[in-house]
């Protein structure tokens, strides 16, 4: 069965701390995607990767970055975490780019 | 506005009665997704429709898409309590972009 992961599913950090946020699948998938979701706002694309060592900016990418160093794993990094960065943050693969898309449970992450 | 816009913004209906949400976009696109999201959680796809298909079905589920008026609709038939959920449309743009779009999500509540 497939399966997307993701470190955290709740997470409590202080303004201006570095936060990393990873996500695993196991499908051995070429492609992988970080979303933040806001009410009213649906899914926006802040990341996504599609190889190893290889990443293209989405929709938001400002105050984030992104590391792949093997297949499976996606890190989402907030460099310096912000009030405005508190979201319900999503982590995707797919095989095949922009078809069916697999996601993790998500991460709630809240900035005092 | 978004492409992959939904409408409406949310439904209520009784156990047993049919739901119909719909989605429309502003670009060419090569496919439409319709995923499902239960509260707090990941998203779950649900059906893939090429620009070249006008209807699908997968179980209680019927997608159309009308390329003319770029938009498609999911109906959901037989309700069933367990059916609540946000529902998302996400297109695959005809414009060389890598990832899929989604809109904002209809959030269905079906009373039991």
């Known amino acids: 069965d497939v399966k997307v992961t993701q470190s955290s599913r709740y997470l409590v950090k202080r303004t201006g701390e570095k936060v990393f946020l990873e996500c695993v699948q196991d499908m051995d998938h070429e492609n992988m995607f970080w979303y933040r979701q806001d009410p009213g706002l649906g899914l926006r694309l802040i990341y996504f990767?599609?190889?190893?060592?290889?990443?293209e900016k989405g929709d938001i990418p400002e105050g984030y970055s992104v590391s792949r160093e093997k297949k499976e794993r996606f890190s989402l990094i907030l460099e310096s975490a912000s009030t405005n960065q508190t979201s319900m943050y999503l982590c995707a693969s797919s095989s095949i780019v922009r078809e069916t898309q697999y996601f993790g449970p998500g991460t709630r992450l809240l900035v005092l | 506005s978004q492409q992959g816009e939904e409408d409406p913004q949310a439904l209520s209906i009784q156990e047993g009665e049919n739901a119909t949400m719909n989605c429309s976009y502003k670009t060419s696109i090569n496919n439409l997704q319709w995923y499902r999201q239960n509260s707090g959680r990941g998203l779950v796809h649900l059906i893939l429709i090429r620009s070249n298909e006008r209807e699908k079905h997968s179980g209680r589920l019927r997608v159309t898409l009308d390329t003319s008026k770029k938009s498609s609709s999911l109906l959901i038939t037989a309700s069933r309590a367990a059916d609540t959920a946000s529902y998302f449309c996400a297109t695959d743009l005809d414009t060389g972009r890598r990832a899929l779009t989604f809109g904002s999500g209809t959030r269905l509540q079906v009373q039991p």
């Open positions: 990767s599609y190889d190893v060592k290889m990443k």
